[in-house]
């Protein structure tokens, strides 16, 4: 008889278990979709098709705000307007999706805007600076960054912003890389955190 995984306490049931619920249905369709000999590589791989899309949507928001604000806002108010609708996406394409984190959103979410905030500081900084030191204009300068971005964001949410999700996922079965196994000291952490 399959053992039957309980949620943790305060948990969406739908959303938290790994095999019944939406989270379960949507981790064996991405497996179903990427081929098995790129398994070892599926977080690498779903960071940068997901955070395709999320660099897509960003700009198109920010694009769009822009387009439609420009001249009523600063650059910098419709940057951070843009940013906290991109953001909110991120945040759950990169959870569900690529990280399969199983920590706690409360814990979560504060780290991974830190990573953001840090982004976005930066932004805040060189878009104005190169809008008036280079012959560019501001969809060109917003473009060139958010490329830039997808390494520092990648590693700042892999060993920071859903580093205690991916140790309970691993515990679980379920890495964000089949490479990867969990060791004992992250074992033993996500044993206490769902007992906790």
């Known amino acids: 008889m399959p053992e039957t995984r309980r949620p ?49 949507f960003g700009y198109l928001v920010f ?21 906290v609708i991109a953001v909110a996406n991120a945040y759950f394409c990169y959870r569900y999706l690529v990280f399969r984190s199983r920590g706690r959103m409360h814990h979560e979410i504060p780290r991974f805007l830190l990573v953001y905030a840090v982004i976005l500081a930066a932004n805040l900084l060189v878009l104005p600076l190169a809008l008036r030191v280079f012959p ?23 060993v920071f912003s859903f580093r205690e999700g991916r140790a309970l996922a691993r515990a679980d079965g379920l890495a ?15 044993q206490h955190e769902r007992e906790s």
């Open 63 to 83: 694009a769009g705000f822009y387009w439609a604000l420009n001249g009523s806002l600063p650059v910098t108010v419709i940057l951070i307007i843009s940013w």
């Open 176 to 190: 964000g890389s089949s490479a990867e196994a969990p060791n004992a000291s992250q074992t033993a952490t996500g």
């Open 136 to 158: 560019l204009n501001a969809y060109v300068v917003q473009a060139i960054y958010t490329l830039a971005v997808v390494i520092v964001s990648y590693v700042g949410h892999r």
């Open 8 to 56: 943790r306490a305060g948990a969406p049931a739908s959303l938290e278990t790994s095999g019944n619920g939406f989270r379960g249905r949507l981790d064996a369709a991405v497996d179903r979709i990427l081929p098995s000999r790129l398994h070892p590589y599926r977080e690498q791989i779903l960071y940068l098709l997901i955070g395709g899309w999320n660099t897509v």
